[in-house]
Nanobody, 112 residues
């Protein structure tokens, strides 16, 4: 059974950077993957998506600041978050795109 485990969240000041890691347990995995986030009191939203071929897409709010990448042999997906803003605060989840397989989430808190 495939499991996703996120890490790398924490507290950062506005303007700083964090890198999130999603580790995929199980056989080498090349499906499309995505990062989502859920801010307090808000619905969960798609932040970034990466295809098996490495094509990427971003929500407008993070385009130019966040970078999604993957290392297929290592079964790992990353989210490099630069120039963090207060509104980036939330719980970030890794997901096998368009599936019901999610990680448990990692908290990101951005302070001024």
């Amino acid at each position: 059974q495939v499991r996703l485990v996120e890490s790398g969240g924490g507290l950062a000041q506005a303007g700083e950077s964090l890198r999130l890691t999603c580790t995929i347990s199980g056989p080498t995995f090349s499906n499309d993957m995505a990062w989502y986030r859920q801010a307090p009191g808000q619905q969960r939203e798609l932040v970034a998506h990466i295809s098996a071929d490495g094509d990427t897409n971003y929500v407008d709010a993070v385009r130019g600041r966040f970078i999604i990448s993957r290392d297929i042999p290592k079964n790992t997906v990353y989210l490099q978050m630069n120039s963090l803003k207060l509104e980036d605060t939330g719980v970030y989840y890794c997901r096998i795109y368009r599936s019901n397989i999610w990680g448990q989430g990692t908290q990101v808190t951005v302070s001024s």
